[in-house]
C-alpha cells in the first residue's frame, strides 16, 4: 500500500529521468537483472537536447559521446548538435528496449517509515520501490536574479533555456549575462548580427581550441583524460576545482575568450548587479543602454521533493560518487562533479552509473538470502519513447 492508502505499483529500483544518466543506470540495471522503470518528464526521449538553442553543439566529439554498449552514429570527431543528441538517446532506450515512461512527473519521493524502500508520487500514480535513483540533472529551473523584473518592460528578456536564435531578438544592443559555457555560445552567435556585450569573468578555459581539425584530434585524448582521471574527488586538483564548477561553471570549452574578442563582442568582468532607471548596471555602476538581455545565469536546483534532508550548504545532493551516505537505497547521477569534470558531460555518464549500479547490485545480494536477482523483463513498458 502507498502512504496514503491507495494501492501501488512496486518496483525493485526507480530511477527519475531519462537523459544520458538514467539510461546509462537503465542499461546497467539491466545487465545486472535487476527489475527496474525509468519515469521520464520529457515528451519524448531527448528532449531536454532538443530544446535548447538550435546552434548547440557538444562539447566532446563522437568518439566519446557513446552511452556504454551502443555507439553514437558519427564521425570520431563530429561533434553532435543538441538535436543529434537528442535522437541518440531516444535510439539507445530503442535498441536496448528499455523500460521507459515518458510524460511523467515525479511530485514526491519519500522513504518508507521503516526505513525499508520508498513511496513515490508521479502524475497520479503511487510506486513502491527499494531503491530510487535521482538522475534529474541539474538543468530544469531556469534562474534570473529578482532584479531582472525592474527592467524597463521595453526591454526583451530571455533565459538561455528559451533562447534558440537571434531572430527572437529585438533591434538593439543585447546584453548577455553570465559567462560559462551558455553564455559564452549565446553572445558568440548574437555578435554577428547584434551589438554585444557580455557581463561576467569566466572561469579559466581549455587551451586547446575544440574544433574538427587535425590538432583536436590530437589534443582531445589527452583532454578526456585529465577530465576523466586527473580532475577527481581523489586528487588535490580535482577537490580544489569541485565547487567552482559547481557554482561558477566550468572553463570555456569551445568558444574562448579570443573568439569573442574577433567576433566584436564587448567583455565586461563586472557582473550585473541590479537596475536604474531600468537599464541593467554592472558592478562597477556601468549603465547599459540594452535592448535585449539573454540571462546566462543557470538553474535553481530543487530537491525539496524528496522528503528527506539530502543537500549540503551548496544546494547539491551530498553524496559519495552518487551514493547517499544518509538516506539508504537513494543514489544521484547526473550531479556536476559527482566523481570527475567529467561526471557533467555525457562521456561520464556510463562510468557513473556502472559504480551506482554496482552498489545497488550489492544492496540487493546483501538483502537476499539466495544473493539471487530476479530477471530484468525483456520488453519496454507502456508508453516509452522510441
Not at 550548504?313 to 537513494?330: A, F, I, K, N
Request: aromatic share 8%.
Amino acid at each position: 500500500m502507498a502512504a496514503n492508502g491507495a494501492e501501488a505499483e512496486r518496483i525493485d529500483t526507480l530511477v527519475i529521468g531519462g537523459g544520458q544518466a538514467g539510461l546509462s543506470a537503465g542499461y546497467h540495471l539491466q545487465k545486472r537483472g535487476i527489475p527496474f522503470l525509468i519515469l521520464d518528464a520529457d515528451q519524448r526521449i531527448g528532449d531536454h537536447w532538443r530544446d535548447r538553442w538550435d546552434s548547440l553543439r557538444l562539447y566532446s566529439p563522437a568518439r566519446y559521446d557513446s552511452l556504454p554498449g551502443f555507439r553514437f552514429p558519427a564521425r570520431a570527431f563530429h561533434f553532435p548538435t543538441g538535436r543529434e543528441m537528442g535522437d541518440y538517446l531516444a535510439a539507445y532506450a530503442e535498441h536496448f528496449a528499455l523500460p521507459v515512461r515518458s510524460g511523467i512527473i515525479v511530485d514526491r519521493v519519500d522513504p518508507a517509515p521503516d526505513g525499508d524502500g520508498f513511496f513515490v508520487s508521479a502524475g497520479g500514480r503511487q510506486i513502491a520501490a527499494r531503491q530510487v535513483v535521482v538522475a534529474t540533472g541539474p538543468f530544469r529551473i531556469p534562474r534570473v536574479p529578482d532584479f531582472a523584473g525592474d527592467l524597463d518592460p521595453a526591454i526583451r528578456q530571455l533565459h538561455s533555456h528559451e533562447y534558440r536564435d537571434p531572430s527572437q531578438l529585438q533591434e538593439g544592443p543585447v546584453l548577455v549575462v553570465g559567462l560559462s559555457h551558455s553564455g559564452g555560445d549565446i553572445a558568440f552567435e548574437t555578435a554577428r548580427t547584434h551589438r554585444t556585450i557580455l557581463s561576467g569573468k569566466a572561469a579559466g578555459q581549455l587551451p586547446l581550441k575544440v574544433t574538427e581539425s587535425r590538432k583536436a584530434w590530437v589534443g582531445w585524448p589527452v583532454v578526456e583524460f585529465v577530465f576523466a582521471h586527473v580532475l577527481t574527488i581523489r586528487t588535490p586538483m580535482g577537490r580544489a576545482m569541485r565547487p567552482h564548477v559547481r557554482q561558477g561553471g566550468g572553463p570555456l570549452i569551445r568558444v574562448r575568450l579570443p573568439d569573442l574578442d574577433r567576433a566584436g563582442v564587448e567583455r565586461h568582468d563586472e557582473k550585473t548587479v541590479g537596475v536604474q532607471e531600468g537599464k541593467p548596471v554592472l558592478a562597477d555602476g556601468t549603465v547599459l543602454d540594452v535592448a535585449n538581455v539573454v540571462w546566462c545565469t543557470g538553474y535553481r536546483r530543487d530537491y525539496s521533493w524528496i522528503g528527506a534532508r539530502v543537500t549540503g550548504d551548496d544546494g547539491y545532493p551530498v553524496e559519495v560518487r552518487g551514493v547517499s551516505p544518509t538516506v539508504p537505497g537513494l543514489y544521484f547521477l547526473g550531479v556536476p562533479f559527482s566523481y570527475a569534470f567529467s561526471s557533467m558531460l555525457v562521456a561520464g555518464a556510463g562510468r557513473d552509473a556502472k559504480y551506482v549500479v554496482d552498489r545497488i547490485a550489492a544492496r540487493a545480494q546483501a538483502s537476499s538470502p539466495a544473493g539471487a536477482l530476479a530477471p530484468v523483463r525483456a520488453s519496454r513498458s507502456r508508453g516509452a519513447s522510441s
